[in-house]
DNA sequence: GCAGACTCACTTTTT
DNA sequence: GTGAGTCTGC
């Protein structure tokens, strides 16, 4: 087999041992997608059928890639291989068993929008207060509980957890637990935890099943083994319990998941579970300078938690990484932009090669304008994808609904939408009535006299009977038919026809947009399964395909950190390097994590081939107002001889006053040439030093550097806020969040 | 039942 | 700066 050929010593062997347990270390860089590639190419030359092999990735993106370049190296053979992420792979599996659970096969996926709107409504209904109850943090609950194996039953009973959850004033959290669970099962729904854990149910309780498919998969692969929570490791162990034949590769440097429950002990354990177990490293990094290859490793050898390896390269020295230091976020945009358009001319490079990263998609914002000014073409990867639209969603709980008549989520989304006199008193009594009577929504609205006689019994019959129309071209006509439909039957393509704002326009946009992808899936060559519900299944688990489009575009990538795992880019642009910000100032205080911080600064400085370059800003609106920010400290933790200060750094700069309220930012001419203070800022005097604000009380006389001296009239809380409303002589009354007022206490 | 006014939380990352 | 949820008056 030639293509084995062109691989180094330890790839080839990570490649020919195919039987038994394996472990592949892939450092960043070293050929991964290359080596599980041949390897399964390998495995088919020897004999094996397509069919028998498992390989599970967690993105689609990475599936996708993996299968178009087996595709290359074996052929159409590929299209048998049962590859994907574990979730859509999962979602297959349970489709076609979804009645040993009792569950409908074709059973809703939940997004976390539809299972925190569920949250919310169970919260109401139960009176409890979704302050203390917040529906995200209810969600993040269930959901570690389920990565963990843990039942509601076994949550509810378990002392420690009780004990963990009183101490933390929530009792009802295992209640909620069950409440949600029994709710979803009721609507017919999975939501994405559901996946992993009802597959490792099924698995657990029905034997038959398991051994039908641990005889189906011989080979079980896992990519960015890292990455999996203690869920989906029990699954594949299960599924590789009868052949051993299990090949993990990862690399724990670039574990980033743990906010989702990836245990990095699955892989730092992962020896004691097999004996015997191969384990190569890859160590040789092809992608990336010397340069950037040994600030990566200074970094990460911060860390504690980590197996040992020594990746190294054999490629040039390269270009020190630049570092660009800005006053504000618009300004860094500005920087980045123009630097952008610099190293095109100088480095030869072409849009595409280059890629922005940044830790929170909300930082896109200043950069995007920055590159449009600059007339540079960029893409934005993830944030809000078009399936979140709210448009779409509609229209889509549309389609959830006519195939599933127990969506309650979807139900109360379309019920009143496209408005047709169904008001909340009705709905509310719908879902009371189905609740007393344990019986599905569906029933009670086919049978809506019985509940509310009379006329407001009529628009709900009107909807059944459309329902009831879209179900007959859902299961005689193929996915597109069935969308068109449905667009035009609900009403909601008139609706946003009508609506003649800009956002209107795009929204009737994107509904076509809509259309157009259902015509491409039916369109799509060897497609067996035409049917919506097929087309469903497919787009619920989509997240960041629907960039696929411009993917081959000359256009500049910006994305998160996040989302660039896997990726390279001959120059990379990591951004918003400030305290607090990267690393997270909320990964810090809630799980004292630097470590995964950490980690996520390597992943986002090794998909850089030979430029990389950090930015800064010494302050950047956050939460909606301007905060001052210190550099990031993963900045001092590299060896600084590889850093280069940019020429714009080490221009004069102009010194600035500590301002502490700038609704104006500065351009990068400012940089150099003093500006006027824009007419919005103030700077304290000199002399101002504020005091801590922690014992300001109501009575308290205060000065502020602004509006001079007031007394403190109330103080009051709100969410994580703390507020005073002050009245300042001559201004009256003003309310300031005191950790952005800067106040002096005069006396009490 | 509905539209517009208003309030408030939320900005960590993804399937 | 935004979007979703709630309140209020017709």
């Given at each position: ?81 049962w ?10 599996i ?16 939940y ?6 709107s ?59 637990y ?30 038959d099943?398991?051994?039908?498919y ?33 090949c ?26 097999y004996?015997?177990l ?98 540079i ?22 389609l ?75 299961d ?23 609506d ?119 302050s ?7 905060k ?113 007022a ?7």
């Amino acid at each position: 087999m030639s293509f084995i050929d062109s691989l180094n010593e330890v790839q080839k062997e990570a490649v020919v041992n195919t039987e038994g347990p394996v472990m592949i270390i892939a450092g960043a860089g070293s050929g991964k997608t290359r080596v599980l590639t041949y390897r399964i190419a390998h495995l088919m030359g020897k004999g094996v059928d397509p069919f028998n092999i498992l390989s599970l990735t967690f993105t689609n993106k990475a599936a996708r890639e993996m299968r178009d370049r087996i595709e290359k190296v074996v052929g159409t053979d590929a299209r048998n291989l049962w590859m994907g992420t574990f979730h859509s792979v999962f979602a297959r599996i349970l489709r076609s068993e979804a009645d040993k659970l009792g569950y409908p096969s074709n059973f809703t996926i939940y997004d976390s929008e539809d299972t925190k709107s569920l949250i919310r409504q169970i919260l109401k209904e139960n009176n409890l207060d979704d302050k203390t109850y917040k529906p995200s943090m209810v969600y993040s609950r269930i959901s570690a509980a389920k990565n963990r194996l843990i039942s509601w039953k076994e949550y509810i009973n378990s002392p420690i957890i009780q004990a963990e959850d009183a101490e933390n004033m929530r009792p009802e959290l295992g209640r909620l637990y069950k409440l949600y669970s029994e709710r979803c099962f009721k609507s017919g729904a999975m939501d994405f935890d559901d996946l992993l854990y009802n597959t490792s149910l099924l698995f657990k309780n029905h034997t038959d099943v398991l051994n039908k498919y641990q005889n189906r998969f011989k080979y079980v692969m896992v990519d960015e083994f890292q990455d999996t929570n203690l869920c989906q490791y029990y699954i594949t162990k299960k599924l590789a319990a009868q052949n051993r034949n299990i090949c993990v590769v990862g690399d724990d440097a670039q574990s980033i998941y743990a906010f989702r429950g990836a245990d990095i002990q699955n892989i730092l354990n992962f020896e004691k579970d097999y004996p015997e177990l191969k384990v190569f490293k890859l160590e040789q990094n092809y992608r990336s300078t010397k340069v950037i290859v040994s600030a990566a490793n200074d970094v990460i050898s911060k860390n504690k938690a980590q197996l040992k390896k020594d990746v190294w390269t054999a490629n040039d020295d390269g270009n020190l990484i630049e570092l660009l230091k800005a006053n504000s976020d618009n300004e860094e945009g500005k920087l980045v932009a123009s630097s952008i358009f610099e190293g095109k001319m100088s480095f030869q490079l072409r849009n595409k090669d280059i890629a922005v990263l940044y830790r929170t998609n909300s930082q896109s914002r200043s950069i995007e304008e920055a590159l449009r000014r600059m007339n540079i073409k960029y893409r934005i990867v993830g944030g809000m994808s078009f399936y979140q639209r709210k448009e779409i969603k509609d229209l889509i709980a549309y389609l959830r609904f006519t195939i599933n008549h127990q969506d309650e989520e979807a139900f109360r989304r379309i019920i009143n939408y496209p408005k047709r006199g169904i008001g909340d008193s009705s709905v509310a009594k719908i879902l009371v009535h189905a609740d007393e009577q344990g019986a599905p929504i569906w029933d009670i609205l086919c049978n809506i006299q019985a509940v509310m006689p009379g006329r407001a019994a009529v628009p709900i019959e009107d909807f059944t009977n459309v329902i009831k129309a879209f179900k007959i071209t859902v299961d005689n006509k193929d996915a597109f038919d069935s969308v068109t439909e449905i667009a035009k039957g609900s009403g909601i393509l008139k609706e946003l026809y009508e609506d003649k704002t800009v956002e209107g326009l795009s929204r009737y946009e994107n509904v076509q947009a809509l259309l157009n992808a259902v015509k491409e899936f039916v369109d799509t060559p060897d497609r067996e399964d035409k049917t919506l519900g097929a087309f469903l299944q497919e787009i619920s688990l989509l997240t960041d395909a629907d960039n696929e489009k411009d993917k081959d575009d000359d256009k500049v990538t910006l994305m998160t950190i996040h989302s660039s795992k896997g990726l390279e880019f001959k120059h990379v642009y990591v951004v918003g390097l400030e305290e607090d910000l990267f690393p997270s100032q909320m990964m810090l205080s809630s799980r004292e994590d630097l470590e995964e911080e950490r980690r996520l600064f390597y992943v986002a400085v090794t998909r850089a081939e030979k430029h990389l370059t950090f930015s800064y800003a010494t302050s950047r609106y956050r939460f909606g107002r301007l905060k001052s920010c210190e550099p990031s400290r993963f900045l001092t933790e590299f060896d600084p001889r590889y850093l280069k200060l940019s020429k714009k750094m080490l221009e004069p700069e102009t010194p600035e006053p500590v301002s502490y309220v700038r609704t104006n930012t500065t351009t990068a001419k400012n940089l150099i040439q003093p500006q006027p203070k824009p007419k919005t800022s103030y700077v304290a005097p000199a002399d101002f030093k504020p005091s801590d604000t922690s014992v300001l009380q109501q009575g308290m006389k205060v000065e502020h550097p602004k509006f001079g001296f007031g007394l403190v009239k109330k103080m009051d809380v709100s969410g994580n806020d703390r507020k005073a409303t002050i009245e300042f002589d001559g201004l009256g009354e003003k309310t300031l969040i005191l950790s952005f007022a800067k106040l002096r206490i005069h006396e009490q």
